[in-house]
């Protein structure tokens, strides 16, 4: 997290019914969109990503409504429990974690469906569980070529100004995003990206609403007001996190410094020996990396050693990976520096807790680094 | 706003599924009880305050509910259109803004309903449109003397840690409270105060929640976790407020400041010759006073004249208010010379706007303010 | 001060010998030229205002040098001990607490060095201890009507960036400031306005100099460099106030809002029935006043009532004035609301302290401000 | 630089003649001394580290009085410099930059000086430009062998709170140190532990002083104040720095902590095949680490790629060492994976600027460190 953003949300509050605010407002919410790659609107919560789920379905859906969601970990399974949680219909495409959704399957599934029951496709872009980024252009293709109507929705939380990513362009209903991972700011912010067709069926869908309802943000917003008070400090450190994302970095060079880092986490994990979680590589994600653990080692006991002795924090074992993977993250604010130090940790960490390695990740990291292109300025510059 | 939350709330966010964070919470979610003057559990949002009383209805309540609202004013409308919006059957006191909730009518409605359809009563103790405030202890007395078992919800946005309240005594079910008035906090953070009665209500209630959804909260917290992200960086200035609150100033104490502020500010709306909008001595509010502006004036045109001269924001008039009131905060962080400052701003704003003054209203908070008992020495020194 | 430079301040000292800190120390020193009014060099002292005065003489003066110095208030004699200890002769020109310099004494003892035996003349631009501002353009004028090559030097510790100064037109010679008043940044750095003058006499100046030496950090600083380590924060902070007072508020305004505050605080004293301590007119400081204490009452004890029971600081009586006035300070980041609250700290500490007062203060001040001409739009705006 | 401290100077100034301020001085003067191992004063001047170099010599020493001084690198040369611009008549003990002050040197220097001429023996504890410490115990068992009276005077700049160091016990005279190193925070605080012996001298000592005077400082001390402003922002950080080293990590965990880093950087560069300057282990630097460029290449081409490529600052060759060295920093806020990743950003520079490498200096380093005692906890856990 980068010490401008953290100084910026310190300020004090402002009045959120004031001039100054809607300033602010107006240029947030105008700039987030070009991150989110929508003409559309943008609706911000002041709450954590988890709301923008529930936004994102109790904005569009009715009561018993047949969802498709597609089995890619821990929070494709958050998701799908909220959508029962909530009184809709959830179907799930089976399949491995470790792997992206499948979009011939869904496809598949989709024509199937000559009722048009289902409602709407909903696909997490990057499973923060497994660190697999499934192709979105693909699934989108998928439906288009069932000729479905059904709305496409997106999780965005762990790929948003990391990954690349195109509403538009992917025809994305619905994009949810938070604000503590490529947005570079703590969580308490999240964001559902609407398009024209996820408008049209919020108007009729009933699911109860208030506090999530759209349509009383959308109007507010056009005169940079919130129906309800906003997150303003956050809304501070957004309007830097964009001035460095896409004034300074330029949204491209990030997308490719998270490749690189991504590449180079990889090189170290094949040089110690032990293997990349995600199957595919089509599917790598640019923003972590899950490991798993060699038979008979501790992923847990291993991520305990590293925060006691190295005062760095992995991420572990979500739902059924749980003491059998951990999970290096990539993402925000993050340089080659920063990511050696940390892969670092991992070699040192793996040493004391006995996991035999084959080689230096850490060394293989480097040369991966090293001979990577430099990144072109940035368009500002 | 105390410098020392605002650079709390500043530093690197940290692994909420690590053990730093869960001293954290353990810490914030048992000393949020004593705030709220309860025993029983205090759940912790990472949304805006809005958000809580959209909890406290869908934990508690089924689609078609009746429930009863009282007619106070702007923020008791918005929470009566947001339980309309999620399915309720709103009953409203019908009263006069500038009054609180009645107890004897509620006392009355209750007895009358021999069906006991009406499965709550929701008031807000501190109506922030009008500054008032209304009476809990007797609204509970009223309940119970017509013998009726509705839960009973208190929205304690604006006077929480500012206005004595206490759920326990009051037999509060619901305590509904937001970060950014009386905790001192920018806004971001909301709060459910549940009583045993509300959390019993909540295992039959049928209306869809996920988000909002108490029981995995609670069970999250007993071990210092959260469902989903919580909002990391406010709960770092919500610790260091309550350090302020209840270790340094003491709770009594702020409440004793409060209401001196209260009482100058007043002093100087009868100086000047003009009216405060509660009509009634018991339900003067000590967060907030809403002053009549003299007719042939516009409220909104003084209030954008000392926004623009004096940098400084007052309070506007709300729903049917508009333009005809302003409204002076008096809560937080603020002391003795801040209102007088603040009292000071009104009384050059009035001059310039030529709204006739009889007399120098900062005069008169002065001599109230020199006059009144010095606060007795916090607890903790 | 403002959030802004504190918050400037507190980011992550950068290396000082590396490109981003050369581009630092361009800035600063090109812009801070513009606030003294000069397009000669200042040099920058990692040091606190006094380490300036001593930089002023050292690099001018040789042992047993004359220098002429005013009997004025507690700085200017602080700084006469320092030449004193220095080595320096000092002859003072004796003078009433209360008033400035007097141009005429200044000019007639010049006319009288027929031997031209004094090397240089040390004004304090604006004392702090007394709240008097010292005519400089006369004295300037009465050096020159002497026809004398005496130095001429200004401390501006408390008027420079608050009250209008001007360093080439009133050919001063040395300009000595500090960071903690009118350029609104914490105490720690310190400055040196060097006329061609100033330059030619320090290559023939005897007195024993190293880190207060101009030669090398005039060489230095051509680069962007320091010839030693500089307190790389605090410019990071003098940048950000830079930017608030040129291209922001515009130095005009500035001074007229200091001038402002001045006045009011002075209708203010006389309401109350008490005496402001600068005998002048002509002399009246726009950046703080200093008020006399009738006769029976002790200025500390009311100074300490006002700390305890209101947080409020005011300043003390310096040297001969301890305990018979106090010092209202109105310089910084000020503006009108903050200004009636200082006052109205003042006016319920004089009550408590059982001080006689005939009229409301505040309320006199509030007038005077209110009826004031609205400042002029910054040149940015 | 801790996040803690940065934060700790962002805090509004207080008045530096209240009893706020009272406290913090008394505070940090008392627990400065525990860093410096003395139960003498320490004087805190608000000027960086060159200040209170010349505030050693100008406190105890007379023009012309003879020093004792050891060419040991760039800034024993600039104190030599300094004294000489004083008016002392230095002697310089020769050496080779990569080698400390020899004490057999110097003990046989004291002894040919019959006539007890030298008044002082100076020198740098740790020598930034070389990464070298030296030898302070048998320096100081020298001058006694030698019999001779001269003060003994030490520059910690570079080692205070970062490596071993003991006024006192080795019976150091004045110790000079600045804020910028080990303790943490931003340049500007700089230091005099004084023995009795010092101050004894100060009382005969000639050479004019105001600014750096010793006596007014520790007369002000008594009462927690200043004679002057203090640098107050940076006193606020050094009362958070001295928790963290003295509370909670502990002063032996922390040179313990250094001596880790240094070892693991020595085997990075014997990894490299590149060559540490310091030549002899009993005088290697724990807080910095100087290594010879190879033949055929720029040090200082090398230290831009890295900072270009990695925003990583390293230290340039100073002085005659100038393209020939580059110096890697392991001092104050510094753990294994921050030196990991330092480490990393020279090897990736190495490989890109062609420089050839025998073998992952890093993968040597983790190594090291990987099998390094584990810290004891702090005495505060």
Known sequence: MPDRVLRAISYPTIDHRGPEFQELAHTVLARVKTVVKTEQPVVIYPASGTGAWEAALVNTLSPGDRV????????????????????????????????????????????????KEIKAVCIVHNETSTGVT????????AIDGAGHPALFMADTISSLASIDYRQDEWGVDVTVAGSQKGLMLPPGLSFNGVSEKALAASKAARLPKSFWGWEPMLEANRNGMFPYTPATNLLFGLREALVMLLDEEGLDNVFARHDRHAEATRQAVN?????????????????????????GHDADALRRLILERFDMSLGNGLGKLAGTVFRIGHLGSFN?????????????GLRLAGVPISASGVEAALKSMASAAQPAKAAAE
């Open 68 to 115: 498709l969601m597609a089995e890619t970990g821990h929070f494709a399974s958050l998701w799908r429990e909220m959508a029962e949680r909530l009184g809709l219909a959830v179907e799930v495409m089976p399949g491995e974690w470790g792997h992206g959704a499948d979009p011939g399957a869904i496809g598949a599934r989709l024509a199937e469906d000559k009722a």
């Open 134 to 141: 499934s192709r979105m252009a693909e699934i989108r293709k």
């Open 271 to 295: 040089a110690w020996g032990l293997e990349v979680l995600c199957a595919d590589p089509r599917e790598y994600s640019s923003s972590l990396t899950a490991v798993k653990m060699p038979a």
């Open 336 to 348: 080659d520096v920063t990511l050696a130090g940390t892969l670092s940790g991992v070699e040192m």
